[in-house]
């Protein structure tokens, strides 16, 4: 069965990899817009404290998280996978009744979360901590590196055959795919910046004036060219209601941006720091290398992957209140990403056409969902059953 993923991000790969897993023969379609979101997302695996009023959210998280270790095994790579934990924090001990309350419900079914247990001292877990914070342990939080689980998926599935082309994808009105070259900025990893290094497609320096947002579609060239599919799976993340549009179907999802902030610490191990997670304001995490990440900021700014003066201020406030041993650490990249948001509900999973389906809409829970979603989506366009019920993710009707 021959099937085209538009869309190269956690979705579409995930897609790609569980397809050519099952001997379809898989096109992937890079579209290298900027802002894409897999790359510049934080990494965070928790999903019991979130969607406390919304089960059919917490549902598609819980699901995707649970099925992150045995991922890692079968990619059999580092992908930056590892269980550290989180930290809930507050000022205020009570501040942290209502989610000690949501855990305790959700334990039963989700013991993977692992005990959760009261800090007293949480500065000893993660140094840079304000000794004034009380905090609970959830010990079964993880955090993943993004753009090596993507490329780990996308690498497993070409080994298996699949392919993959740069451009964009347009649809026709019957749902067949053509493949036209592009014109404009492309940036494959989205909008990364590293501080101090010099670049001809943006000013790396975070506080420098930034160009203009492409917010227009990028203009096709040429005819195109038609590629054969029996399925077409449009994991395109905020562009999926563009790209979906000749189709004759409207799908409000949109893109939401986040700024990130990659602070580095020499000479200090980082790697199994614990996750935090104030209950309110930007999250922190550490990864190897001495490096920690603060975000991210919720931005309803329409397609302009841009990395701001306010953005940066935000963060730096926000990660030195929740953190202030972090005053010394050196600022090393900023990142942004546009995060898909569908505006009627939680997800959007489930065929639009007899051909075509589309996966998108995870926000801020692509990496704990992304993978997981792909699987759905891979599923739907074999005509299997999938793993859990998407009534509550369908698209529209028309």
């Known amino acids: 069965m021959r099937v085209v993923v538009i869309g190269s991000g956690i979705v579409g790969a995930s897609a790609a990899y569980y397809l050519s897993g099952r001997g379809a023969d898989v096109t992937v379609v890079d579209g290298g817009y900027q802002g894409a979101a897999t790359p510049a997302g934080a990494g965070i695996v928790c ?13 598609l998280t819980r699901e995707g998280a649970r099925r992150h270790p045995d991922l890692v095994a079968e990619l059999g790579e580092d992908i930056g996978y ?40 949480p500065a000893e877990l993660f140094p840079p901590l304000s000794d004034t914070l009380s905090a609970l342990l959830v010990p079964g939080a993880a955090r993943i590196d993004g753009r090596a689980v993507r490329d780990a998926l996308l690498r497993a599935a070409r080994a298996r055959g699949a392919r993959c ?12 795919v053509v493949l036209h070259p592009t ?10 910046h590293p501080v101090g290094e010099a670049s001809p497609s943006a000013p790396l320096d975070p506080a420098a004036p930034q160009p203009p947002a492409h917010t227009e579609p990028r203009r096709l060239t040429g005819e195109g060219t038609p590629i054969d599919a029996d ?46 997670l104030p209950r309110q304001g930007p999250y922190l995490l550490g990864f190897p290398g001495s490096r920690i990440v603060i975000g991210a900021t919720i931005e309803d700014v329409g397609f302009a992957p841009r990395i701001t003066m306010g953005g940066l201020d935000e963060l730096v406030q926000a990660g030195l209140r929740t953190a202030p041993g972090l005053y010394n650490a050196t600022v090393s990249e900023m990142r942004v990403g546009l ?14 056409t007899g051909r ?3 996966a998108t809409g995870l926000s801020a829970y692509g990496l704990t969902a992304g993978p997981f979603t792909g699987c759905i989506a891979a599923a739907l366009a074999l005509g299997d059953t999938p793993p859990i019920d998407i009534t509550p993710y369908a698209p529209p009707t028309y």
């Open 231 to 276: 399925a077409v799976i449009v994991a395109a993340g905020g562009w999926t209601g563009e790209v979906c549009r000749p189709l004759g179907v409207e799908l409000p999802v949109y893109p939401r941006r986040g700024q990130i902030l990659h602070v580095g610490m020499e000479g200090v191990d980082t790697a199994w720091w614990p996750i935090v």
């Open 183 to 192: 014109e404009g900025p492309q940036e494959r990893d989205g909008a990364a």
């Open 165 to 176: 082309r740069t451009g964009a994808a347009r649809l026709t009105a019957g749902g067949e």
């Open 339 to 352: 995060r898909p948001v569908y505006a009627p509900g939680p997800a959007l999973i489930g065929p639009v």
């Open 82 to 121: 590892a269980k550290v934990g989180a930290l809930l924090v507050a000022e205020d001990p009570s501040d942290l009744e209502p989610v000690r309350g949501l855990l305790r419900r959700r334990h039963a079914e989700a013991p993977e979360m692992g005990e959760v247990v009261d800090v007293t001292t």
């Open 356 to 358: 075509v389906v589309v």
């Open 47 to 59: 999903p019991w404290v979130d969607h406390a009023e919304d089960d059919d959210w917490y549902r």
